[in-house]
């Protein structure tokens, strides 16, 4: 098993910055994709970034390219997303998600077996 906890979220002004972390649980074989997913209320869930945690090969959902930058500490066990320029519609409940097995990384086709609890990122204007 894979545990995920996700930290960092709170409440910014549009433009403002936030950078979650998440922390998966040492004991597990190193995952092949990591990732954040977002959903708002009333909205699907969305994929907005993802990385391939060997050779470091990110992905973006387009609404937020050049905004949001996703990384991982050298020693794999800690996922950032980096969120600047922050819009209203950023608003929503960010998961932690990883994926043991190799395969696709990039959303919406890459799939993931494990999911943090999500913690909010409220955006105002």
């Known amino acids: 098993q894979v545990q995920l906890v996700e930290s960092g979220g709170g409440s910014v002004q549009a433009g403002g910055s936030l950078r979650l972390s998440c922390a998966r649980t040492r004991n597990t074989r190193k995952p092949y994709c990591m990732g954040w997913f977002r959903q708002a209320p009333g909205k699907e869930r969305e994929g907005v970034a993802t990385?391939?945690?060997?050779?470091?090969?990110?992905y973006y959902a387009g609404s937020v390219e050049g905004r949001f930058t996703i990384s991982i500490d050298s020693d794999k066990y800690t996922l950032y997303l980096q969120m600047n320029s922050l819009r209203t519609e950023d608003t929503a409940v960010y998961y932690c998600?990883?994926?043991?097995?190799?395969?696709?990384?990039?959303?919406?086709?890459?799939?993931?077996?494990?999911w943090g609890q999500g913690t909010q990122v409220t955006v105002s204007s």
């Open positions: 998600v990883a994926e043991l097995e190799r395969g696709t990384c990039a959303p919406p086709s890459a799939e993931f077996k494990y």
């Open positions: 990385i391939t945690t060997g050779a470091g090969v990110a």
